[in-house]
């Protein structure tokens, strides 16, 4: 069983930032390929934000893309998202997964709450 565990959310004004940051509990091994970041927003359905490849090669969904980063650190097997110019519209909670398929149980989430 590979449990994902996101942190890093909170509540922060419009055009502020936040970094989340997505590790895994596993006593099985983790082979920490293609990763992504996926938020659901109050009312919607969950969606991919951004992913990257193994290599670190990245993408990211048009309505964060110049705003949000994704990173990865492969030796500590941490997945980040570095979250700039955050608008009420990004107030989700952000869920970190394989990509393009989330093959992982879902975590519980990080709550990213940005005001206007």
């Known amino acids: 069983q590979v449990q994902l565990v996101e942190s890093g959310g909170g509540l922060v004004q419009a055009g502020g930032s936040l970094r989340l940051s997505c590790v895994a509990n596993?006593?099985?091994?983790?082979?920490?390929?293609?990763m992504g970041w996926y938020r659901q927003a109050p009312g919607k359905q969950r969606e991919l934000v951004a992913h990257?490849?193994?290599?670190?090669?990245?993408g990211y969904a048009d309505s964060v893309k110049d705003r949000f980063t994704i990173s990865r650190e492969n030796r500590k097997k941490i997945l980040h998202l570095q979250m700039n110019e955050l608008k009420p519209e990004d107030t989700a909670v952000y869920y970190c997964n394989g990509f393009p398929a989330p093959i992982y149980s879902w975590g519980q989430g990080a709550q990213v709450s940005v005001s206007s």
């Open positions: 990257i490849d193994i290599s670190g090669d990245t």
């Open positions: 596993t006593d099985r091994i983790f082979s920490f390929n293609n």
